[in-house]
């Protein structure tokens, strides 16, 4: 075996050169002069593993294994291509026999538990990466693995721990910071405001790198502006603070000076050239609130890019792409980001989503386009300087907006969405429907689809009088993905409610469809006070389902409200929540009542539904800021 150092050596220089077929002939070479050469069978396994061969890789790396059982690589190896086929069983038995041969190697461990969590066994997977971090503390992925797994397993207190603990031992993995913003942002929406104020004091901005700040400002931020709105419910001119922080100034190796940069793109000939940078445009409530703005502005003169964040699922983006002239899709490596939006030159930027997503929110500190606007989103970047505008709507209340924000404030006289009615299927039977979800055949039902974890406790109370004024109520709550969430809830339902929380119903999670006819089904929809519906405000009154709102002070969480004033119609937008329940108890009891606001609701739903007020104030307000008319000369008086 000796013999063959040289030639070992050579093929795994062409190897890691990426020369696979030059290795994979010194390695044939090998076997063919000694058939019992471990090390080459195992070699032409990983060659073929490169070139996947699966199959193959199989063949060679139980060769190796069969010739040489005592090498803990071998099994390593071999075990990685089963799980790449899905082999599940055969990797286990793989990683198993590696941990045999090799117990302090933390590899077999970390793979084992990624085949056991793929599995579903948690509480294995678990104990082996707990292994991994034991026998190697700076093994990032590990603890990335066990953050994620604790999260699943609703221990968010833990989850967080181990996130942390990966990114100080790496600080630049994204998706660790995404899911650490989560976690705080649950975690600090049970501060009070002045807590959350003093958190975000205690942050110092130059301390941490770039994606540390703008998670944790981001969750803190959030969470303050939640609580902030709580605490002034019936104080309409309730003033939230600004951020603490100059955002422009905390991303690392990009200064003030690129951030806030303008750029001297010469006015262009041709259709102006808009873009729309997202990371919900594909598949979120957001993209289902865009992409008929995007299919439906002009083509004569304007041309439209979508910039999508993040990993769509082709199928979620087809869609999309019927809607727009191009699409571009941005890595998560920024500087390539960046680059791909100035190349293809927009005259107009339009962020959907600042302050919901982090890259999104990061990309905006840039100056990418000579006029750059908020759409949507959170308030967090519509105070960055690069942010031109902010578009809302005539009929949303700004009181909670600050001054700041205020003066960048562009009032469309639409809602600014362009929804379009889908297709339902009324032909099926309402009690079919019900009994499909497990809901009862003649009781009144209430249902509020927002995410649980926006239910505040102030709602419990609006809960309580409701049922206990409205005998035959049923509260309909949809069920989080989070397991913990809804625990959450049951148990302060339970605290809260007492006895009547038995007549709170959880169904499982519903997708578009499932939610549509569900909508069908129910007699009033509740949106949570201080948040509001979005998207489903939509969904719900293209149906003709009434919802009752109370209105929050600051723009994004008056949707509802928003489609009731364009319809003329606020007989359900209340101001108190003692209004809220006796609106709502009269529409669950009185069929007159309900089916006289269904006939109202179905009668003028087109003011919100296929608005084309809302395309034609968006094309006003691109051709105003990117070509703005230049005034004809004065003319001269003519010579005597």
Not at 32 to 48: E, I, K, N, S, Y
Not at 581 to 610: C, K, Q
């Amino acid at each position: 075996m000796s013999g063959f150092v040289v030639a070992l050596a050579r093929g795994a220089a062409h190897l890691d050169a990426g020369e696979f077929d030059q290795a994979e002939k010194v390695y044939e070479q090998i076997v063919r002069a000694d058939p019992q050469h471990a090390p080459a069978w195992h070699q032409l396994g990983l060659v073929a593993l490169q070139q996947h061969d699966l199959e193959r890789a199989v063949e060679c790396l139980e060769r190796a294994v069969s010739l040489d059982n005592s090498d803990p690589t071998y099994q390593i190896d071999l075990g990685r291509v089963h799980s790449r086929l899905d082999q599940t069983d055969e990797a286990i038995e793989c990683f198993q026999q590696a941990i045999f041969l090799a117990p302090d190697d933390p590899r077999p461990h970390e793979l084992l538990g990624n085949v056991l969590h793929h599995r579903g066994d948690f509480i294995g997977a678990e104990l082996q990466f707990e292994q991994v971090v034991r026998l190697d503390p700076q093994a990032v992925s590990a603890w990335s693995n066990l953050g994620t797994l604790h999260t699943q397993l609703g221990r968010h207190l833990e989850a967080i721990s181990c996130f942390r603990e990966a990114l100080k031992h790496q600080p630049d993995r994204r998706d660790d910071w995404l899911h650490l913003t989560a976690l705080l942002f649950d975690q600090f929406r049970a501060m009070d405001s002045g807590a959350l104020r003093r958190t975000l004091g205690e942050i110092d901005p130059f301390a941490l790198n770039a994606p540390a700040n703008l998670a944790l400002i981001q969750a803190i931020h959030t969470a303050l502006h939640q609580a902030k709105a709580r605490a002034s419910a019936g104080k309409p001119h309730a003033v939230l603070p600004p951020p603490h922080f100059p955002f422009g100034s905390m991303l690392e190796g990009h200064p003030p000076a690129v951030a806030d940069s303008v750029l001297t793109t010469p006015p262009l000939s041709g259709p102006i050239r808009i873009g729309f940078l997202s990371r919900c445009l594909s598949d979120h409530a957001i993209g289902e609130l865009t992409r008929g703005l995007l299919r439906q502005i002009s083509r004569n003169e304007f041309f439209i890019t979508a910039f999508v964040v993040g990993d769509a699922e082709p199928q979620s983006t087809l869609a999309l792409r019927d809607a727009v002239d191009a699409l571009v899709e941005l890595p998560t490596d920024l500087p390539t980001a960046r680059a791909a939006i100035t190349a293809t030159r927009p005259e107009v930027l339009v962020f959907t989503d600042l302050g919901l997503d982090l890259q999104t929110t990061t990309l905006a500190h840039s100056r990418l386009a000579p006029v750059q606007c908020a759409l949507w989103g959170r308030p967090l970047g519509t105070r960055l300087s690069t942010i031109d505008y902010i578009l809302s709507s005539q009929l949303f209340a700004v009181a909670g907006i600050s001054s700041r924000e205020t003066r960048k404030l562009t009032l469309l006289e639409s809602l600014g969405v362009y929804y379009e009615r889908p297709a339902i299927d009324r032909a099926e039977s309402r009690d079919d429907v019900r009994r499909e979800f497990g809901l009862p055949r003649r009781k009144h039902l209430y249902l509020c689809p927002q995410p649980v974890f926006l239910l505040e406790p102030e709602f419990d109370i609006v809960l309580r009088a409701l049922l206990e004024r409205d005998v035959s109520a049923r509260v309909v709550l949809i069920e989080s993905a989070c397991a913990a969430w809804n625990e959450k809830l049951s148990v302060r339902l339970r605290e809260h409610l007492g006895p009547l929380a038995d007549r709170v119903i959880f169904t499982p999670p519903v997708d578009r469809d499932q939610l549509l006819r569900l909508m069908r089904v129910v007699d009033v929809m509740l949106d949570p006070p201080h948040f509001g519906g979005g998207l489903t405000s939509f969904q719900a009154l293209g149906q003709g389902l009434p919802i009752v709102t109370l209105p929050a002070p600051l723009p994004y969480d008056q949707v509802t409200a928003g489609c009731y004033r364009k319809m003329r119609l606020e007989v359900c937008v209340v101001r108190t929540l003692q209004e809220y329940v006796d609106v709502a108890v009269r529409l669950g009891t009185e069929p007159g009542f309900n089916a006289s606001m269904r006939t109202e609701i179905t009668n003028r739903n087109s003011a919100v539904i296929a608005d084309a007020a809302a395309v034609q104030d968006l094309e006003q307000f691109f051709r105003r800021v990117a070509r703005p008319a230049t005034p004809a000369p004065l003319s001269q008086p003519s010579a005597a």
